[in-house]
C-alpha cells in the first residue's frame, strides 16, 4: 500500500490492541509502564508515517483522509506523551497505596483498548463501525475513571456510564436512521453505511429522515462531547479518575466524539433539503461556553475546575464549526489542537501538583511559584494559554474565530466574548490563588518528569507565533472541506 | 530706536508696577481707615516696613529647608513677570507675546504653589491650614478665572492681552452681557486670589479663619518683605488687569509716542485709585465668611464664568 | 409485501409502544420485570416477523438473541439481584401516574409528528416501525427519567434498547454489524451494570441513587 | 529604521531569557538592565530619526510570524516613530533606574525576565501594522506587566491588584478584538493597510469608535474603566509603576489613535463629543482621587488617569475638528494631546521614580508616615519638585505647554458649525481647567506632606539618600521636563508629520518664529514662550536675591518654630494628607464620592482620643462593578446546583433537550 512495505493503518490499529493483550498478561509496574510508552510511542510513529506516506484508498470499513489524519496525529501524539507522562505518575499511585499492581495492569491494559477504540473511530469508513469504536472508547474510560474505587470516584463512573450509554443509545438510533435514509438511495448493504458512499450521495436522502438522525447523532456524540446541558458526567469523571485519564479524556475522546459530530454535520450539508445545522451547534456552543464560565466561579476541586473549562473550549470549538466558512473552521480546528495540547499539559501539571500537595481541593494549594517554580510557571502559562492570551496558539484561534464572527452575527459574538472573559475571570481567580501567594501545603519535590508537560507547551507556544507553511495548508484543505 | 523704546517702556512698566504695589496697598488701607473713621497709617508705611522687614536679620526655624528660604524670591520673581506682561498704561509691550493671560495666570499659580509648600516646611499646623485652604480656594478660583478667560478670548479672538484690550478700546465692541458676567465674575475671583474680604482678611491674626497669615507665619525679615511685596504686586497685578480688560481707555498704543504714555500714566494712576476706594469701600461694608461658605462664593464666581462663555456662543449665533 | 404482512408488523409494533406503557404504569419491581420479560417477547416476535417478511435470515438470529437475553436471563437475573438486596417494595416514581402517562401520550405524538414528515413514497413498513421505535425510545428515556430505583431504571434503559433493535430489524438490508453490536452492547452494557451494582450494594447497602447522591462531586 | 527597532525588540527579547537564566544571580541585575538600556536607547535613537528625517515611504517589514497567510507586518510611521520615542525614552530612564534601584529589589527573579519583555511588548504593539500582530503584543504587554505586578506577589492586596489587572485588560483586548474583526471585515482583512480607506457605514463606524474607546480606554485608564489601575500600578516595582503609568497608558493611547485617526477614517461629528465627555470626566475625578489617597504611588496612578483624561480632552477636540474639517484646529488639538503624552511620560515616570526612592528609603508608601524627607533625601526631593511642578501644569515646565496648547485648541470651538459641540467644549475646557488646579492642590499636598515638614514615623527620620543611578535617572528626566517647557516649539515641529498623518494637516512651522516662542494659529492670537519665562523667572529672581543680599540683610538667625507662640514638639501636631484634603474633600467628594465625615467624641472627663472617620465611596465602583460582580455571583450560586443534581435530573436534562429539539424538527418549514 506505500512504500514502506507495511500498512500504516493497520499499524495505528493493530498497535494497542497488540499492546493491550500484552499488558494484560505481563506483571510489574515498571516493565508494564515502559511497554505502554513503547507501543504509543510506536503508533506515534505509525500514525506520522501515514502522514508522510500516503494514504490508503477509502475502503469499506476505513478511511483516511484530510479531516482525520489532523485528529489521528493529534490523537496519536497525545497518547504517546500521556503514556510518558503515566509512567511516571501511576508510579507513585502504586507507593501511595491507591492502586493496587492488579488494578494497574488492568489500568494499562484499557489504556491501550481506549487508545484503539480511538484510533478505530477516527480511521473508520463506516458510520457503523464508528459507532462501535466510539462506545468501545467510552465504555474503557468508565472503567479507568471508576478504577480508584472511592466512593467519588464510583459515583462519577456510574453517572458516566449511565448518561454515556444513553448516548450510546441515541446515537444508535441515529445511525439507523441514517442508514434507512441513505438506503432508497445507495441501496441495501455495507454500502449504505460508508461515509465515502453516503457523502457522494447525500443530496438524494429524505430530509426529514436525516434531520432527525441529525438530532439523535448530534445529542449522542454531543453527550461525550460534554456539550450543555448534556454535559453533566464531564466534571466529575475528569475529576475522580486518574490524571493521566483526565487528560486523554480532555484532549482526546472529546476530540473523537466531536469528530463524529462534524462528520455528519458535513453529511447534512450536503443534502439541499437538510436542516442547517449551523444554528443548533452555534446555540449549544454558545450554552457550554456560558453555562461553563459560570460554573468554574464556584469551583473547589483543582481537576473539575479544567473539566468545566474543558467543557467551555468544546462549546467554542463547535461554536466555530456551527459559524462556519474558512476563517471559522480554521480557528475551529486550530483551537481545537491547542486545546488537546494545553489541557493535557495543564491535566499534566495538576497531576504533579496533586500528588505533591496530596489533594485536589484548591484552598489547600498555594503558592506553587514560589515553592515549585517550574511545575507553577508551567501551571500558570498552561492556565495563560487556555485562557486565551498570546503569545500561545489558542490567541490565535480565538482572534480569527472572534474578529470573522462579529461583523456576521454581533450579537452571539458579544454573548461569546462574554462567555469568554466570565470563564477568564473565574481561572485567573483561581490561578492566583494556586501559583501566587503564600505557599500552602506540602513542599516536597515532585518526582515525576515534566518533560510531556514541557513539549505540549512549548508546541503551543511555538504555533502561537509560526505555524508551519504546510499544517497551514492541511487546516485550510479541511476548513474547505467543512464548509 | 524703536526697539530700544520698546524695550525702556518695557522697564518703565516692570518698575512701576514694583514702585506702584506698596502704594496700592498703603492706599487701600488708608482708604480702609478713614472709612473705618480712623487715622490709619501713611499711605507709604508698607514702604516703611518693606525697608525695615529688609534690613531685619531672618530668624528661620529649625528645621526649615532650602525650599523655605527660596520660596520667596520664587513667587515674588513669578508674581513680577506675570505683573510685567499686564498692560497698565500702555499696550503693545515688547515682551508680551511670551506669556499670554492663561500663561499669565499659570504664573501666578506657580507663585501659589510655592507659597503653600513654604507654608508646608516648617511642619507646623498653621502653615498646612493655611496651605491647605489656599490650595482649596485655588482649585475654584482657577477655572473660574481660566473661564472668564474664555469668555474674554472668544470675544477678542485672542488670549494676548494687548490684543484684547486693543480690541476693547474699540467702540465696536459694545456692551455684553457676558462681558457684564465676566466683569463680575474676574472681581469675586480677584477677591479670593488677593486673600481680601470676606474670603480672608489680610489684617488678621485669628488663627482659625486666616489662609494667606497661616502659611506665612513662620517667615521673617527678608523673606517676608519679599512675601509681602509679591502680595501687593498680586493685588496691583489683579487690579491693572481689571483696568485693562474692562476700561482700557487711555492705554497707549505702541508707537504713539511720548504724550500718549504720559496721558496712559496719569490715567492708570487714577484707575487705581477708583479700584483701590473700591476695593475699600467694599471690604468695609462687608463681613468675612466662613471659610466653608468660600466654596459657594466661588463657585458663583465659576458659574458666572461659564455661563458668560456659554452665552457668547448663544450671541455670536444670532 | 401484502397487507397482511404489513398489519402484523404494525401490531407488534404497536404493542411494544403499549407495553412500554404498562411499564411506565407499573410501580412494583417484579411485575416491573415481568412486563419488562414480555416487552422483549414481543420485540423477539416483532423482529422475526421482519426476518420472515425480509427475507432475511440472519434477523432470526437478532430474534433469538433478544428472546434469549432479555426476555429470559436479564430478567431472570435482575430478579435475584433484588431479591437478594431485598428490595422488592414499592417503586418511588417522580410525579404522579397520571402525569406521566400524559407526558407519555405527548412523546407518541411527538414521535408521528417527527417521522411523518418522512416522504410518503418511502416504504410505509419502515415509516411506521421507525415512529414506534421512536415511541419507544423516548418512553424508555422517560421511564428513566421518572424513576429514583437504579433496577428500574436499568429496565427503563433497556427497553430503550429495544426501540433501538425494533428500529434496526425496521431497517431493511441493514448489515448484521449492527445486530452484533447492538448485543455486544447490551452485554458490555449488563455486565458493567452488573459491575456496578455489585459494587454500589458492597459500598452503599442500596441501589437506591439517592444514596450515590451523597458522594455527588465536590459536596465533601 | 523598522529593522533597527525590531533588532532592538529582539535583543529586549533575548534580554528576556537572561533575565530568565539569570534571574537569581547577582550579576543578573546590571546585565538586563545594562542590556535592557543599551537596546532601549538605540531604539530610541532609530525612533528619533524616523521622526527628524522619515523615510520617503515607512518602510514594511514582513516576518514571516503570527497568522500563516497574512505574515507579521512592522511598519514605523510618522505616529509610530512618535510613540516608539516615547516609549523607548521612559524605557532607557527605567532601566537607569533599575540598574540602581534594583539592588533594592527582594524578588529580582520575579522581575528581570518580565521587564525586559515588558519592553519589547509595548515596542511591538507600536510597530505593529496588522490586526493580529498589534493584539498580540497588545495583549503580551498586558502579560508581561501583569507578572511584574505580581511580583510581590505574597501580599494579598497585590494578588487582588493583579487579578483585577488582568480580567480588566482580557475585557479591553476581548474590545479591541471585536474593533478590529469589524474593521477587518468577514473575510479577514487584517493587514492595517487593507483596513485603510474602506468605505463604512455610519452604525459600524460609531461602533469601531465606542469598541475602541473602551478598548483602549481600560488600558489608558479612563473612567468608568480605571479601577485596574490604582491597584495595578502602584502594586508593582516602582520603575515598573514609572513604566506602566508612563509608557503603557500611553500605548494605550496610540492604541486609540491609530484605529480611531488611521485605520477608521472619516468619524461623525458626535464621536468627538463621547470623547470629549469620558475624557473631561476622568480628568476631572481623576485627580479628586488622587486628591483622597495616602498611598504615595496610588495617589500617582491615580493622577495619571488624569493625564490620561487630558490626552482624550484634547484628542476628542482633534476628533469633532477632524469631521468638520477645520484641519489646523484638529492639528492644533491633536498636537496637544501627543505633546502631553511625551510630557505625561516624562514627569509620570521622574514622579514614580522618586517614590520609589522614597519607597527604598523608608519602607512606606503612606505619606501619613512620611515628611521631612527634603533634609535626608535632598536630591530625590529636588527632582520630585520638578515633576510635581511640571505635573501641576506651572510654567516654565512642559505640563503648562501641552494645556496651554489644549486651551488654544479649545478656543477654536466658536468655529465649529454644531451646537452640541459648541456648548460642550467650553464647559469641558471648564473641567479642564478644573483639572489643573486640582492637580496642583494635589501635588502640594503629595509633596509638602512627603518631603517637607517634619518626620512623622521612625522610618521617615532614618532615611538616607538613594543611589546615584537612580539620581541620574531622575535628573535626566528632570532635565527633560525643563526643555520641554522652554522649548516646545521644536517638539511640535517634529509631531507635525504625525498630526498631518491623524487629521490631515499641520500646525504652522515654529522653527521660523523669533525667540523660540510658540504660535498655535498667529501671533496676535496666541503665543507663548517658555524660555523667555523661565529666564525673566530666573532673572528676576537671582536679581532680587542679589540686591537684597547686596544692599539688605543676609543675616539668618535659626530659632525653633514659632508656630503662633505654641509650638508643640510631637511631629503628630502637623496637618497630615488627610487634614490637607479636607476642604476640597468637603467641597468635591462629598458629591463625587459620597464622603462622609463621623466625629467621636468621647464625653468628658473620658480619656479616650476623639476620632474622626471618613467615609468614602466609589461612585464607578458601586455602581458599575459591584453590580456587575454581584450578578455574577448570584448566577454563579443559582447555576452552581447543576453540579449536584442526581443522575436522574441530569438525564432529565437530556431527556428535555432530545424532545426539545425533536419538536423544533416537527415544527421545522
Redesign the interface.
Known amino acids: 500500500m506505500n512504500g514502506l512495505g507495511f500498512d500504516a493503518v493497520a499499524a495505528v490499529l493493530l498497535l494497542p490492541l497488540a499492546g493491550a493483550a500484552l499488558l494484560a498478561v505481563l506483571p510489574g509496574y515498571r516493565l508494564t509502564a515502559r511497554l505502554n510508552v513503547l507501543v504509543s510511542g510506536l503508533t506515534l510513529a505509525a500514525a506520522l508515517a501515514l502522514v508522510l506516506d500516503g494514504r490508503p484508498e477509502p475502503g469499506t470499513y476505513l478511511l483516511v483522509d484530510d479531516l482525520n489524519i489532523v485528529f489521528i496525529v493529534l490523537n496519536t501524539f497525545v497518547g504517546f506523551t500521556t503514556s510518558v507522562f503515566s509512567a511516571s505518575y501511576i508510579g507513585h499511585e502504586l507507593e501511595s497505596g491507591r492502586l493496587t499492581p492488579t488494578y494497574l495492569r488492568f489500568y494499562h491494559a484499557m489504556y491501550q483498548v481506549m487508545m484503539f477504540g480511538m484510533n478505530l473511530a477516527l480511521v473508520a469508513n463506516n458510520i457503523g463501525l464508528m459507532w462501535v469504536a466510539v462506545e468501545l472508547a467510552t465504555l474503557t474510560t468508565v472503567l479507568m475513571v471508576g478504577i480508584y474505587r472511592t466512593h467519588e470516584a464510583l459515583e462519577a463512573a456510574w453517572k458516566y456510564f449511565i448518561l454515556g450509554s444513553v448516548g450510546i443509545a441515541l446515537a444508535l438510533f441515529g445511525t439507523i436512521l441514517v442508514y434507512m435514509a441513505a438506503r432508497p438511495v445507495v441501496g441495501e448493504g455495507m454500502d449504505a453505511m460508508v461515509w465515502t458512499v453516503l457523502l457522494e450521495r447525500a443530496a438524494g436522502f429524505d430530509p426529514a429522515l436525516v434531520n432527525v438522525a441529525f438530532v439523535f447523532l448530534l445529542l449522542g456524540y454531543g453527550t461525550k462531547v460534554g456539550l450543555a446541558p448534556l454535559h453533566a458526567w464531564l466534571p466529575d469523571a475528569h475529576a475522580e479518575g486518574p490524571t493521566p485519564i483526565s487528560a486523554v479524556l480532555s484532549g482526546l475522546l472529546l476530540n473523537v466524539a466531536l469528530y463524529a459530530v462534524l462528520r455528519f454535520k458535513l453529511l447534512l450539508a450536503a443534502n439541499p433539503g437538510g436542516i442547517a445545522t449551523g444554528p443548533l451547534m452555534v446555540t449549544m456552543g454558545l450554552a457550554s461556553v456560558l453555562l461553563a464560565a459560570v460554573m468554574l466561579y464556584r469551583r473547589r476541586d483543582i481537576k473539575r475546575l479544567f473539566a468545566y473549562s474543558s467543557i467551555e473550549h468544546m462549546g467554542i470549538i463547535v461554536f466555530a464549526f456551527g459559524m462556519g466558512g474558512p476563517l471559522a473552521n480554521f480557528a475551529g480546528l486550530l483551537h481545537m489542537v491547542m486545546h488537546s495540547l494545553t489541557k493535557s499539559a495543564i491535566f499534566f501539571a495538576v497531576g504533579h501538583v496533586a500528588q505533591i500537595k496530596g489533594t485536589q481541593r484548591m484552598s489547600e494549594i498555594g503558592g506553587l511559584t514560589e515553592t515549585h517554580p517550574w511545575l507553577g510557571w508551567s501551571l500558570v502559562l498552561g492556565v495563560v494559554a487556555i485562557a486565551g492570551l498570546p503569545p500561545m496558539g489558542i490567541f490565535m484561534s480565538e482572534f480569527l474565530l472572534v474578529s470573522s464572527t462579529f461583523a456576521r452575527a454581533p450579537v452571539l459574538t458579544v454573548i461569546l466574548v462574554a462567555g469568554l472573559l466570565l470563564a477568564f475571570g473565574a481561572l485567573l481567580m483561581r490561578l492566583n490563588g494556586l501559583a501566587f501567594g503564600e505557599p500552602k501545603g506540602a513542599t516536597a519535590p515532585a518526582h515525576a518528569s515534566y518533560v510531556p508537560m514541557f513539549a505540549h507547551l512549548a508546541l503551543v507556544l511555538a504555533a502561537g507565533l509560526f505555524l508551519p507553511g504546510p499544517v497551514v495548508a492541511w487546516f485550510q484543505n479541511v476548513a474547505a472541506l467543512l464548509g | 530706536m524703536a526697539l530700544i523704546l520698546d524695550l525702556l517702556v518695557q522697564g518703565a512698566q516692570m518698575a512701576v508696577v514694583l514702585l506702584l504695589a506698596p502704594l496700592l496697598t498703603g492706599f487701600v488701607r488708608k482708604i480702609k481707615a478713614r472709612l473705618q473713621r480712623r487715622r490709619g497709617a501713611s499711605v507709604l508705611q508698607p514702604y516703611r516696613d518693606l525697608a525695615r522687614l529688609l534690613r531685619k536679620e531672618a530668624v528661620v526655624a529649625e528645621n526649615a529647608s532650602w525650599l523655605f528660604r527660596a520660596a520667596p524670591y520664587l513667587m515674588v520673581a513669578a508674581t513680577w513677570v506675570a505683573a510685567a506682561l499686564v498692560p497698565t498704561f500702555a499696550t503693545g509691550l515688547i515682551f508680551s507675546w511670551s506669556a499670554d493671560l492663561i500663561a499669565i495666570i499659570a504664573l501666578l499659580g506657580s507663585a501659589r504653589f510655592f507659597l503653600a509648600l513654604a507654608g508646608m516646611d516648617v511642619g507646623t499646623s498653621f502653615g498646612g491650614i493655611g496651605a491647605s485652604r489656599e490650595m482649596m480656594i485655588a482649585s475654584l478660583a482657577e477655572p473660574a478665572m481660566l473661564l472668564i478667560v474664555f469668555t474674554l478670548a472668544l470675544t477678542a479672538g485672542s488670549t494676548q492681552l494687548a490684543t484684547i484690550a486693543e480690541l476693547f478700546t474699540r467702540p465696536e465692541v459694545g456692551l455684553r452681557v457676558s462681558l457684564g458676567l465676566a466683569l463680575v465674575a474676574l472681581v469675586m475671583v480677584a477677591i479670593a486670589e488677593n486673600g481680601r474680604i470676606p474670603i480672608d482678611n489680610p489684617a488678621t491674626h485669628l488663627e482659625l479663619t486666616m489662609v494667606h497669615e497661616a502659611m506665612v507665619l513662620e517667615y521673617s525679615g527678608r523673606h517676608l518683605a519679599m512675601i509681602e511685596l509679591a502680595a501687593s504686586l498680586k493685588l496691583l497685578l489683579y487690579v491693572s488687569l481689571i483696568a485693562a480688560l474692562f476700561v482700557p481707555w487711555g492705554l497707549a498704543l505702541p508707537g504713539t509716542g511720548g504724550g500718549a504714555y504720559a496721558v496712559g500714566l496719569v490715567t492708570y494712576l487714577a484707575k487705581l485709585a477708583v479700584g483701590g476706594v473700591l476695593l475699600a469701600v467694599f471690604e468695609t461694608s462687608i463681613a468675612k465668611m466662613r471659610v466653608f461658605r468660600v466654596p459657594e462664593f466661588l463657585g458663583a464666581a465659576l458659574m458666572l464664568g461659564l455661563l458668560g462663555t456659554l452665552l457668547l456662543f448663544v450671541s455670536r449665533s444670532l | 409485501m401484502g397487507d397482511l404482512t404489513f398489519d402484523i408488523a404494525h401490531m407488534l409494533a404497536g404493542g411494544l409502544v403499549l407495553l412500554s406503557f404498562v411499564m411506565l404504569y407499573q410501580d412494583r419491581l417484579y411485575a416491573l420485570l415481568n412486563v419488562y420479560a414480555l416487552h422483549a417477547v414481543v420485540l423477539a416476535a416483532s423482529v422475526a416477523w421482519q426476518a420472515f417478511a425480509q427475507d432475511a435470515p440472519h434477523l432470526y438470529v437478532t430474534a433469538a438473541i433478544a428472546l434469549a437475553f432479555k426476555a429470559v436471563v436479564i430478567p431472570t437475573a435482575l430478579h435475584r439481584i433484588i431479591r437478594r438486596l431485598g428490595i422488592h417494595r414499592e417503586i418511588e416514581t417522580v410525579g404522579g401516574v397520571g402525569p406521566t402517562m400524559l407526558a407519555g401520550m405527548g412523546l407518541v405524538a411527538l414521535s408521528l409528528a417527527v417521522m411523518l414528515r418522512i416522504t410518503p413514497e418511502a416504504e410505509p413498513l419502515a415509516r411506521e416501525d421507525l415512529a414506534f421505535a421512536l415511541s419507544v425510545v423516548l418512553l424508555g428515556l422517560l421511564m428513566m427519567v421518572t424513576r429514583r430505583n437504579a433496577v428500574s431504571q436499568v429496565v427503563g434503559f433497556m427497553s430503550l434498547e429495544n426501540g433501538l433493535v425494533l428500529a434496526a430489524a425496521g431497517a431493511k438490508g441493514m448489515p448484521l454489524v449492527v445486530e452484533i453490536s447492538v448485543a455486544f452492547s447490551i452485554l458490555i452494557a449488563f455486565i458493567v451494570i452488573g459491575i456496578f451494582l455489585f459494587r454500589i450494594r458492597e459500598r452503599f447497602d442500596t441501589v437506591d441513587l439517592h444514596a450515590l447522591d451523597r458522594f455527588r462531586g465536590e459536596r465533601r | 529604521m523598522t529593522v533597527v527597532s525590531l533588532a532592538c525588540v529582539a535583543v529586549l527579547l533575548a534580554t528576556a531569557v537572561v533575565g530568565m537564566a539569570a534571574g537569581r544571580h547577582p550579576a543578573g541585575r546590571p546585565l538586563v538592565y545594562g542590556l535592557g538600556l543599551v537596546a532601549t536607547v538605540v531604539a530610541f535613537g532609530s525612533a528619533v530619526a524616523a521622526m527628524v528625517a522619515p523615510p520617503a515611504a515607512a518602510s514594511e517589514v514582513v516576518l ?6 497574512l505574515g507579521a507586518h512592522f511598519r514605523i510611521d510618522a505616529l509610530s516613530a512618535f510613540f516608539l520615542a516615547v516609549v523607548n525614552l521612559g524605557a532607557a530612564f527605567a532601566c537607569l533606574y533599575g540598574l540602581g534601584y534594583g539592588r533594592h529589589e527582594e524578588a529580582p527573579h520575579r522581575v528581570l525576565p518580565f521587564l525586559p519583555a515588558f519592553l519589547a511588548g509595548m515596542n511591538l504593539v507600536v510597530m505593529a501594522a496588522d ?2 500582530g498589534f ?3 497588545w ?2 504587554m ?2 508581561a506587566s501583569w507578572a511584574l505586578v ?1 511580583a510581590h ?2 501580599d ?1 492586596e497585590n ?1 487582588h491588584a ?2 483585577v489587572y ?2 480588566m485588560a ?2 479591553g483586548t ?1 474590545a479591541l ?2 474593533t ?3 474593521l ?5 482583512g ?1 493587514a492595517f493597510a487593507a483596513m485603510r480607506g474602506v468605505e463604512r457605514e455610519a452604525g459600524m463606524a460609531t461602533l469601531v469608535l465606542v469598541l475602541a474607546l473602551i478598548g483602549a480606554g481600560s488600558k489608558a485608564g479612563l473612567v468608568p474603566l480605571h479601577v485596574w489601575l490604582p491597584l495595578a500600578h502602584p502594586a508593582a516595582p516602582s520603575h515598573v509603576s514609572a513604566l506602566m503609568s508612563g509608557v503603557m497608558t500611553k500605548v494605550a493611547i496610540y492604541g486609540f489613535v491609530r484605529i480611531v485617526f488611521d485605520l477608521l477614517g472619516p468619524s461623525p461629528w458626535w464621536s468627538g463629543m463621547v470623547v470629549l465627555a469620558i475624557g473631561g470626566a476622568s480628568a476631572v475625578l481623576g485627580v479628586l482621587y488622587a486628591l483622597m489617597q495616602t498611598d504615595l504611588k496610588r495617589l500617582l496612578a491615580y493622577s495619571t488617569i488624569e493625564n490620561v483624561g487630558i490626552v482624550f480632552v484634547a484628542l476628542g477636540l482633534a476628533l469633532a475638528f477632524r469631521s468638520n474639517g477645520m484641519a489646523l484646529a484638529a492639528a492644533l488639538a491633536f498636537t496637544a494631546a501627543l505633546l502631553h503624552v511625551l510630557n505625561h511620560s516624562l514627569f509620570k515616570s521622574l514622579l514614580f521614580f522618586g517614590a520609589g526612592a522614597v519607597l527604598s528609603a523608608t519602607h512606606e508608601r503612606n505619606v501619613e508616615r512620611l ?2 524627607l ?2 535626608r533625601m ?1 536630591a530625590t526631593s529636588a527632582l520630585f ?1 520638578v515633576g510635581c ?1 511640571a505635573i ?4 516654565p515646565l512642559n505640563g ?1 505647554v501641552s494645556e ?1 496648547l489644549a ?2 485648541a ?2 477654536q470651538s ?1 468655529e465649529l458649525p454644531q ?1 452640541g459641540l ?2 460642550m467644549v ?2 469641558v ?2 473641567l479642564l ?2 483639572a ?3 492637580a ?2 494635589c ?3 503629595a ?3 512627603t518631603f ?3 518626620p512623622r514615623s521612625a522610618a521617615a527620620e532614618a532615611a538616607h539618600e538613594v543611589d546615584r543611578l537612580s539620581i541620574a535617572a531622575m535628573a535626566g528626566l528632570g532635565v527633560l521636563c525643563l526643555l520641554a517647557g522652554i522649548l516646545p516649539g521644536t517638539l511640535i515641529d517634529a509631531l507635525a508629520p504625525a498630526a498631518e498623518l491623524a487629521v490631515g494637516g499641520r500646525m504652522p512651522a515654529q522653527q521660523a518664529v523669533d ?1 523660540l ?1 510658540i504660535v498655535p494659529i498667529a ?7 517658555g524660555l ?2 523661565f529666564l ?6 537671582s536679581l ?2 542679589l540686591a ?1 543680599h547686596r544692599f ?2 543676609r ?10 507662640g505654641f ?1 508643640v514638639p510631637s ?1 503628630d ?4 494628607a488627610g ?6 474633600r ?2 468635591f467628594a462629598s458629591m463625587a464620592f459620597r464622603a462622609r465625615e463621623r466625629v467621636e467624641m468621647p464625653p468628658p472627663g473620658d480619656p479616650r482620643p476623639a476620632r474622626l472617620t471618613v467615609e468614602m465611596h466609589d461612585p464607578v465602583w458601586d455602581w458599575l462593578y459591584a453590580p456587575v460582580a454581584a450578578a ?2 448570584w ?3 443559582r ?2 446546583r ?7 435530573r ?10 426539545g ?6 415544527l ?1 418549514p
Open positions: 514571516p510570524l503570527g497568522l500563516p497567510w490586526a493580529f493584539l498580540l503584543s495583549e503580551f498586558s502579560l505580581l506577589h505574597r494579598p494578588g493583579g487579578y488582568l480580567v482580557s475585557f476581548l478584538l471585536l478590529l474583526g469589524l477587518a471585515g468577514p473575510d479577514g487584517y515628611g521631612g527634603i533634609h535632598p519638585l511642578v501641576s501644569a506651572l510654567p503648562f496651554w486651551f488654544q479649545v478656543l466658536p451646537w459648541r456648548i467650553p464647559a475646557g471648564g481647567a478644573l489643573a488646579a486640582l496642583g492642590a501635588f502640594v499636598r509633596f509638602g506632606i517637607l515638614g517634619r525667540w516662542t501671533e496676535s492670537r496666541s503665543s507663548y514662550n523667555l519665562v525673566f523667572i530666573a532673572a528676576s529672581a532680587a536675591v537684597i539688605a540683610s543675616a539668618v538667625r535659626r530659632a525653633p518654630a514659632w508656630d503662633c509650638p511631629p501636631t502637623q496637618y497630615t487634614s490637607f484634603a479636607q476642604p476640597i468637603r467641597v455574577v455571583g448566577i454563579a450560586d447555576m452552581n447543576l453540579q449536584f443534581l442526581t443522575i436522574r441530569y438525564l432529565g436534562m437530556v431527556f428535555l433537550s432530545l424532545v429539539l425533536l419538536m423544533v424538527i416537527a421545522w
